[in-house]
C-alpha cells in the first residue's frame, strides 16, 4: 500500500524560513507533488519533483530523495498570507496520487 | 481559459438519491482526476482518467461511477447517496506535472 506522514501543524514567525516534511511509503513512486489550500478553498499547485534534489520557484523550494523517501517544501521570507494547510501527495502509476492528510502552517507577526 | 469547472457548487441530497456531479476542463489536459475531501482525511482519490474513453478506481471508488467520453468531460456520478458520501468533491485536470483543482462541490446526503 501507499502511506504518506507529515506533521499536522507547524507555527512561524512572517519574515522567517520554514521547512514542512514528508515521508512516504510506496511502490512504484513516480514523483511528488507539494500544495497550498487556504481554508474553504481548492488546493493549488506549487511543486512536481520526479529527480533528486532541490527545486526553486521563488520563495518556494521542493526537495526530494528517492532513497529516503522523504520530500520537504521550503518557505522563506514568510508572510502572513502562507497561512495555509500545505499537502503533500505522491504519484504511483500515472495520474494515480495519494495524500497526506495535510499540514497546517499558522504563520504569527 | 474558464479552468476546471464544476457544477453544482452545493448540493443537498437524500439517502438513496442518485446524481451527476459534474466537471469540464477547456485545456485540453488528457490527465483527470475526482477526490473527496473530510476533515481530517485529506484528499483520497475516488477514480481518475489517463485520456478519453480510459478509467481506473482510486482509492475510495465504492459508491461511484465515472466516464470519459470526451477530453474536455469527467462526470462523477453517485449511484445511490449514503450519509457517507457527505464530503467536498474536488475535480482536477493534469498537464504533465501540473494539476489544476476546480473550485469544488459540497455535497451533504441527509
Known amino acids: 500500500g501507499q502511506n504518506i506522514d507529515q506533521p499536522t501543524e507547524m507555527t512561524a514567525t512572517e519574515g522567517a524560513i520554514v521547512q514542512i516534511n514528508c515521508t512516504y511509503q510506496?511502490?512504484?513512486?513516480?514523483?511528488l507533488f507539494w500544495y497550498q489550500q487556504h481554508a474553504g478553498e481548492a488546493p493549488t499547485f506549487l511543486s512536481y519533483?520526479?529527480?533528486?534534489g532541490l527545486e526553486e520557484k521563488g520563495r518556494f523550494s521542493s526537495f526530494l530523495s528517492r532513497s529516503k523517501g522523504y520530500s520537504y517544501l521550503l518557505l522563506k521570507e514568510l508572510q502572513m498570507k502562507d497561512s495555509a494547510s500545505y499537502l503533500c501527495a505522491g504519484e504511483t502509476g500515472a495520474n494515480n496520487l495519494f495524500f497526506g492528510t495535510g499540514t497546517r502552517l499558522t504563520v504569527i507577526p | 481559459n474558464a479552468g476546471v469547472t464544476q457544477t453544482p457548487k452545493f448540493q443537498v441530497l437524500k439517502t438513496g438519491q442518485s446524481m451527476t456531479l459534474q466537471c469540464a476542463q477547456d485545456m485540453n489536459h488528457e490527465y483527470m482526476s475526482w477526490y473527496r475531501q473530510d476533515p481530517g482525511m485529506g484528499l483520497r482519490l475516488i477514480h481518475y482518467?489517463?485520456?478519453?474513453?480510459?478509467?481506473d478506481q482510486g482509492e475510495v471508488p465504492n459508491g461511484y461511477n465515472v466516464s470519459r467520453s470526451t477530453t474536455e468531460d469527467f462526470p462523477l456520478r453517485l449511484l445511490s447517496a449514503a450519509p457517507s458520501q457527505t464530503s467536498v468533491y474536488f475535480c482536477?485536470?493534469?498537464?504533465?506535472?501540473?494539476?489544476?483543482f476546480g473550485p469544488g462541490t459540497r455535497l451533504t446526503v441527509l
Open positions: 519533483n520526479v529527480l533528486d
Open positions: 482536477a485536470s493534469r498537464r504533465q506535472d501540473t494539476q489544476y
Open positions: 510506496t511502490s512504484g513512486f513516480n514523483g
Open positions: 482518467s489517463v485520456g478519453a474513453g480510459i478509467t
